[in-house]
């Protein structure tokens, strides 16, 4: 009789996001395994949490803790120098707690969901525990220091594994085991028929999902800057966390993201109306807008991972992205996907055009060259197999 072994998982949010829908990716992972998952998060302030219904769902045991994670945000797109040391510093003072948390923890293995937690790994190896780091960010370059420092705090985990081996080897670890571990495409997806380009490209009625939100990072100014270049017909969909209503109080503690707000209302009423722009908000079911569309827009203005890129694989989407080296694993530029330079809205427009003057034959073939891409690099045996050897290895 195989003994249960219990695993930590920790997460240092609360809330529905990449890397939160990673986790349970990857908690899935152990289906069918002597591995039992543990999942540890920040208790929720509202009556809703993500972590939680999801773990009462599946019936994973999981515990909610009642102060902060110690994190160093230190990554492409995160926030500013100032905010990030702030943040750490106010954090550090719950070391004390967090001790105590992991004292009383039997189990052996802990992993940590995200970069920005591996501050903890100091607690971790004091009480002789095993750590593997999922390193799920593209590392933030211009920051020497921090790099040097986080650099020694993941050489301290037993193992790291990246999504990419780009970024495995802009890491360059010396003393820890480093693996490539990628995301994977949701088992739940399978239950959804595939609409697939080849039955619905129609370039009267051609649908554009951008999934971002009104965020710089992920680029929702190029976006609609460049349909204001834009004279054809087009739908254009987005979800995503959109401001709330403004008032006073949000302009004073928000200025900059009320600042990017006002310059994307403005590029709004420049579009053309040919373009049709419908918002749908923060959405749980984002597969079925991927589905329903033609073409996924990823603009990031900052080198990022994007989980959109091979979910629009999974349902035989072509994408249209931003050229950055962070990609090489998973796009083949007029393979498929249509790649344009980094924060330039009018090659975006030039490559949207392009995109619709396309051959259907070009588009639905660009859309199943995802999907091979995408299945052969992220689909669940295989990366259930490397996280489980991995385990084996620590354990």
């Known amino acids: ?20 829908l990673s986790l349970f990716d990857i908690i899935d992972c152990l289906s069918d395994t002597n591995y039992s998952p543990h999942v540890v998060f920040p208790k929720s302030n509202s009556a809703s949490s993500y972590l939680k219904s999801k773990c009462l769902d599946d019936s994973y045991e999981y ?13 492409n797109g995160g926030p500013n120098l100032i905010f990030m040391l702030f943040k750490f510093l106010r954090n550090i003072f719950f070391v004390f707690k967090w001790n105590k948390l992991i004292r009383n923890m039997n189990e052996e293995i802990f992993v940590l969901n995200s970069i920005v937690q591996v501050p903890l790994v100091l607690l971790l190896k004091y009480h002789n525990k095993k750590v593997i780091c999922c390193v799920r960010e593209t590392k933030q370059e211009r920051r020497g220091i921090v790099n040097l420092l986080m650099s020694r705090l993941l050489d301290m985990c037993d193992c790291v594994t990246f999504l990419t081996k780009f970024d495995m080897l802009n890491w360059s670890l010396i003393k820890a085991d480093t693996y490539i571990l990628p995301d994977i495409v ?21 649908t554009l999902l951008y999934t971002g939100g009104a965020n710089y990072l992920k680029g929702y100014d190029v976006l609609l800057e460049s349909l204001t270049y834009l004279n054809i017909k087009l739908n254009v969909v987005v979800c995503g966390v959109i401001p709330p209503k403004i008032n006073l109080r949000f302009i004073i503690l928000r200025t900059q993201l009320y600042l990017f707000h006002v310059k994307c209302q403005s590029l709004k009423l420049q579009i053309n109306k040919n373009i049709k722009i419908t918002v749908f908000g923060k959405m ?41 080296t962070c990609y090489e694993d998973n796009v083949i530029d007029g393979f498929n996907c249509i790649t344009f330079n980094p924060n330039d809205p009018r090659d975006l ?47």
Do not use: W
């Not at 009789?1 to 939160?20: A, C, D, L, P, Q």
């Not at 890129?309 to 035989?316: R, T, V």
């Open 1 to 20: 009789m195989n003994v249960v072994k219990k695993i930590v998982f920790m997460h240092h949010t609360n809330i529905i996001g990449g890397g939160s």
């Open 63 to 75: 515990t909610e803790v009642d102060c902060p994670f110690i994190t160093l945000s230190n990554f």
């Open 186 to 206: 949701n088992l739940k997806y399978s239950n959804i028929e595939q609409r697939g380009t080849s039955k619905s490209f129609n370039r009267d009625s051609l």
């Open 284 to 324: 749980s079911n984002v597969e079925e807008l991927i589905n329903k569309c033609d073409v996924i827009v990823i603009p990031f203005n900052i080198a990022h991972q994007s989980r959109n890129l091979y979910e629009a694989g999974y349902f035989k989407k072509p994408v249209i992205i931003s050229d950055f």
């Open 349 to 395: 427009a030039d490559k949207i055009s392009l995109f619709y003057s396309k051959p259907t034959e070009e588009v639905i073939l660009m859309g199943q060259n995802n999907h091979s891409m995408t299945i052969s690099n992220h689909n669940h045996e295989t990366v259930s197999k490397l996280f489980i050897n991995i385990l084996s290895n620590v354990g």
